[in-house]
């Protein structure tokens, strides 16, 4: 009973997380100018819809197959990757002009951008994509551990 307690536990916090990402991934998209101005040439809003896409498809599979090893395994998975995706975006810099050191400064909050493209700063709310970034830490910290107590099985 009492590992059924804890399974419950670490399912919410997965999904709070996960709720959170997909909040942040969509502040980001509805107000990020430069994101928008950017596209075409880096695709990174695209990306970025796909990322809360995924996001939202992990929210509902959680809700609706929990406890299914599979599902945790793809979501420890995609948690690490989509944490490497994010720390070597600023490599893409140059594709917008920029070094990479003045494309991290402006993601991580920085050197906030101001401007009409931006109606709050670029990125919005200035910690918006750090805290993107460490959100998945507990993500794939407990989809790990729920990976190892979740039922083999796929039904």
Known sequence: MRVLV???????????FLLISAILG???????????????????AYGLI???VLDV?????IALLPRRQRLYLAL??????????LILNPLTGPQIG???????????????????SCPFECPP??????????????????SVRLRKTATPREE
Not at 57 to 61: D, G, L, N
Not at 77 to 85: E, V
């Open 76 to 85: 420890s998975i995609w948690g690490a990757l989509k944490i490497i995706f």
């Open 6 to 16: 804890s399974l419950r536990r670490l399912e919410v916090i997965v999904l709070t």
């Open 57 to 61: 498809v992990f929210i509902a599979s």
């Open 50 to 52: 796909g990322f809360v």
């Open 98 to 116: 920029i070094t990479p050191s003045e494309f991290a400064a402006y993601l991580f909050g920085l050197t906030p951008i101001t401007g009409p």
């Open 26 to 44: 969509g502040l980001i998209l509805a107000f990020d100018g430069l994101l928008w101005l950017d596209n075409p040439k880096t695709g990174h």
């Open 125 to 142: 709310f200035r910690f918006t994509y750090l805290l993107l970034l460490l959100v998945h830490i507990p993500i794939v910290y407990s």
